[in-house]
């Protein structure tokens, strides 16, 4: 089994940055895809961003393109997102994923079997 924990939300302000951290405990998901979701509100779980092993792929939704960053220290097993210039509607819960068999970067739910608790990100206008 694996747990993943998610830590680093908060409320902030629309423009600043915040960075998500997300480590994991159990069996190792070093050989596995990570990935980051988000859940506002009334809507549906969307993909964020996803990465690889060694990541050298990374995948982004069109909507945090040029804002977020997505990276992972293998060694710690634990997953980053840097989110900067963030705007309301980045308001969320952010949940942290991970994958016992995917090695590509994977913007589908579906790829992912271990999942964290949710970190709430707030941005206020």
């Known amino acids: 089994q694996v747990q993943l924990v998610e830590s680093g939300g908060g409320l902030v302000q629309a423009g600043d940055s915040l960075r998500l951290s997300c480590a994991a405990s159990g069996r190792t998901l070093s050989r596995s895809a990570m990935a980051w979701f988000r859940q506002a509100p009334g809507k549906e779980r969307e993909f964020v961003a996803a990465?690889?092993?060694?990541?050298?792929?990374?995948n982004f939704a069109d909507s945090v393109k040029g804002r977020f960053t997505i990276s992972r220290d293998s060694a710690k097993d634990t997953l980053y997102l840097q989110m900067n210039s963030l705007k309301p509607e980045d308001t969320a819960v952010y949940y942290c994923?991970?994958?016992?068999?995917?090695?590509?970067?994977?913007?589908?739910?579906?790829?992912?079997?271990?999942w964290g608790q949710g970190t709430q990100v707030t941005v206020s206008s």
């Open positions: 994923a991970g994958s016992s068999f995917l090695y590509y970067a994977s913007e589908y739910a579906s790829g992912y079997d271990y």
């Open positions: 990465i690889t092993l060694s990541g050298s792929s990374r």
